[in-house]
Nanobody, 119 residues
């Protein structure tokens, strides 16, 4: 059974860097058929896709966040990590990691982690 679990701080201060890690079990993140994504949902708004890293290692970022976002992975731990720099209160959201399959379905999700950006 594939499982994803987000971890990271529940609160960060404005201008700091947010770092969130997704730990995956049940499948290796280097498998070629899948893409490992980060998404977020701000309060009262819809879901926003942020970035993915493919099993082969290439990445793709949503243009609006590209300048502040990076994604990396630790294959020995089967984890991938999102970093978002220079956060503002507008980055307050529930952050999710998810798997995308080879026909672009988000087929497995983490439970989500709430992040509050506040002084």
């Amino acid at each position: 059974q594939v499982q994803l679990q987000e971890s990271g701080p529940g609160m960060v201060k404005p201008s700091q860097t947010l770092s969130l890690t997704c730990t995956v079990s049940g499948v290796t993140i280097t498998a070629n058929d899948f893409y490992w994504s980060w998404l977020r949902q701000p309060p009262g708004k819809g879901l926003e896709w942020i970035v993915y890293i493919a099993g082969a290692g290439f990445t793709y970022y949503t243009p609006s966040l590209r300048s502040r976002t990076s994604i990396s992975r630790d294959t020995s731990k089967n984890q991938f990590t999102l970093q978002l720099t220079s956060v503002t209160p507008e980055d307050t959201a529930i952050y999710y990691c998810a798997r995308v399959d080879d026909i672009d379905r988000f087929d497995f999700w983490g439970q989500g982690t709430q992040v509050l950006v506040s002084a």
